[in-house]
């Protein structure tokens, strides 16, 4: 079995985060404050934004370089 990619282990991290509450709704999260929290590059950090949109964690919105996180119990 095929260990899960990086980008994959920090958006489950920090999904893990937010239905915690470690990371409170209606917060913006950026690239760059992932990668240093991670030590990752910007680049790959822009990765898990993806897929926490995908998840349903955030809505996407074009543009803006943050994602601003919904309630994942809504």
Request: aromatic share 2%.
């Amino acid at each position: 079995m095929k260990a899960p990619s990086l980008a994959v282990r920090i958006a489950s991290s920090i999904g893990r985060d937010i239905r915690d509450g470690r990371v409170p709704m209606g917060a913006h999260l950026t690239a760059q404050a992932i990668a240093v929290h991670h030590g990752v590059s910007r680049f790959l950090a822009s990765e898990p934004l993806t897929l926490l949109v995908e998840q349903g964690f955030a809505p996407k919105e074009a543009n803006r370089g943050e994602i601003p996180l919904q309630s994942v119990l809504a």
